[in-house]
């Protein structure tokens, strides 16, 4: 984890790899679960006898649920420390380049691509997320995040 003393300490990193994060787990429990909350029930996703037949041989995790692991790969990747609150801001550009198994370990590099202060004490973080599936040829996601911290030195 790259922990930050300063806003200014982060927009110093502009154009740098800044964290690589540990691998996690996708379950079928948390595929499932993620089925449940948004109501995408489709059964590439939570069928894994019909799945194993169907075109990824196995289950595969929502792209979305994919996507909504980047504030914990932030969290995991840095920490800007006096922040006293981190939000989401948005996305620029997401790509789901490939299939993410049940069973599939993750990780993110998050490369810092801008910043920009935001009065009167926080800072706009533009990142690009690639989150990486272990053994696979190319990323499973793809992203420009942008997230917003307040209260620390700027």
């Not at 075109?55 to 979305?64: N, R």
């Not at 990747?77 to 299939?99: D, H, K, Q, S, W």
Request: net charge neutral; charged share 20%.
């Amino acid at each position: 984890m790259k922990t930050f003393r300063s806003y200014s300490e982060v927009s110093a990193c502009v154009g740098q790899e800044v964290a690589v994060t540990d691998w996690i787990t996708i379950t079928q429990e948390q595929v499932n679960l993620f089925a449940q909350a948004t109501g995408d029930h489709q059964w590439i996703h939570v069928d894994p006898e019909r799945a194993r037949a169907g075109p990824f041989g196995a289950p595969i995790a929502h792209g979305f649920l994919t996507l909504s692991l980047i504030p914990r790969f932030l969290e995991q990747g840095l920490r800007i420390e006096g922040a006293r609150m981190g939000v989401n801001y948005g996305l620029n550009r997401v790509r789901f380049t490939a299939p993410v198994p049940v069973g599939s370990r993750l990780r993110a590099r998050l490369v810092l691509q801008a910043t920009e202060a935001l009065a009167p004490d926080g800072l706009q973080m533009a990142w690009l997320v690639t989150v990486e599936r272990e053994g696979g040829d190319k990323p499973a996601c793809v992203a420009e995040s942008l997230a917003r911290s307040y209260g620390a030195a700027p």
